[in-house]
């Protein structure tokens, strides 16, 4: 199911969760080249700020990953395909022409685009779950980089 923007926004705010740790490390994903090609020009436009966060890249430095705010957004491209996409029942967001799955985690809620080239991860601290401003704020850069399709 997938929902306009003001129905993310309700979505959004009701997601509950927890902070995450920003001194812990993130995950380099290992995609496919095509994959990865995509990451990589993802990575050249993403925001220098997003929701009033400075950009602050993760250890360790990769082109397939970045951060705002020291940990409070996390971006990873080239991610594996959630198992979660196979739930008819699962939750879904757009954001300014982008779709993505929700999942909710104890750490946080974490979105991956949908019906993309390359499978773009975002997670939020529980200071971001309610607003829909960071994950808008990366439909840009993906719409523009990562090409429909599976």
């Avoid at 491209?77 to 300014?96: F, H, I, L, N, W």
């Avoid at 779950?129 to 840009?140: E, Q, S, V």
Wanted: overall charge neutral; charged content about 20%.
């Amino acid at each position: 199911m997938l929902l306009g923007p003001s129905a993310a926004l309700v979505l959004l705010a009701a997601v509950g969760c927890t902070s995450t740790d920003p001194s812990a490390s993130v995950a380099v994903p290992t995609p496919s080249s095509e994959a990865a090609a995509y990451c990589r020009a993802l990575h050249k436009e993403l925001p220098r700020s997003v929701a009033g966060l400075e950009r602050t890249d993760p250890a360790p430095r990769s082109d397939l990953t970045a951060g705002w705010g020291d940990g409070a957004i996390v971006l990873r491209c080239g991610v594996a395909r959630p198992a979660k996409m196979d739930d008819s029942q699962a939750k879904a967001a757009e954001a300014d022409g982008v779709n993505w799955l929700l999942e909710q985690r104890d750490d946080g809620p974490r979105f991956t685009t949908t019906l993309r080239k390359a499978y773009v991860e975002v997670t939020f601290s529980s200071a971001y779950a309610h607003d829909a401003t960071p994950l808008a704020a990366f439909a840009a850069p993906v719409k523009k980089t990562v090409p429909s399709g599976l």
